[in-house]
T-cell receptor, first 114, second 114 residues
């Protein structure tokens, strides 16, 4: 079983839709969870960061963590064509002090169409 | 704009040659990281560097790789004798302020080994 699983997509939605992106993980040591957005030929850009179960909201983005199910989600409200990118989940264990050695998912390619 | 600048943006080299990839943080940070992403694959951890020493490295980071911060500013990744399978995007990252902070990535160097 892979440490982090993420559906690669592609996921295509109409402008204005609510997008749901998900990752599952198997390593219960993971305590810190991040979502990055990656445009083609660019570096990962940090969107959301959380270390507790529950929801965290920032503008149109909501990150959700369920540690009991080992499942994390990113919701994008009112999606825009500029949101078209690859979304990477990443996580790290408390043993590495958080934010150090990240384990990434494969990324989900999102396309928001006009 | 990313908080670290990487040079060059694209490097083409022949198999067996040495390459040096550079990372220049915009502000003074102590924690640095190198990650790589082979085309179509996950972002993978290579090495973390703190206070001029390697603090952790992955099994990918074998003897052909080295890191240093020669002038107290630039942070470099050297690949001594490149192989075809070293072709990838290489990302430098720095850690945010605070004890458990997420990573911020540069835009990467695309290395092509022919």
């Amino acid at each position: 079983q892979k440490e982090v699983e993420q559906d690669p997509g592609p996921l295509s939605v109409p402008e204005g839709a609510i997008v749901s992106l998900n990752c599952t993980y198997s390593n219960s040591a993971f305590q810190y969870f991040m979502w990055y957005r990656q445009y083609s030929r660019k570096g990962p850009e940090l969107l959301m960061y959380t270390y507790s179960s529950g929801n965290k909201e920032d503008g149109r983005f909501t990150a959700q963590v369920d540690k009991s199910s080992k499942y994390i989600s990113l919701f994008i409200r009112d999606s825009q064509p500029s949101d078209s990118a690859t979304y990477l989940c990443a996580m790290s264990s408390i043993l590495t002090g958080g934010g150090n050695k990240l384990t990434f998912g494969t990324g989900t390619q999102l396309k928001v169409e006009l | 704009e990313p908080e670290v600048t990487q040079t060059p943006s694209h490097q083409v080299t022949q198999m067996g040659q040495e390459v040096i990839l550079r990372c220049v943080p915009i502000s003074n940070h102590l924690y640095f990281y190198w990650y790589r992403q082979i085309l179509g694959q996950k972002v993978e951890f290579l090495v973390s560097f703190y206070n001029n020493e390697i603090s952790e490295k992955s099994e990918i980071f074998d003897d052909q790789f080295s890191v240093e911060r020669p002038d107290g500013s630039n942070f470099t990744l050297k690949i001594r004798s490149t192989k075809l399978e070293d072709s990838a995007m290489y990302f430098c990252a720095r850690r945010g302020a605070g004890g458990d902070s997420p990573l911020h990535f540069g835009n990467g160097t695309r290395l092509t080994v022919t």
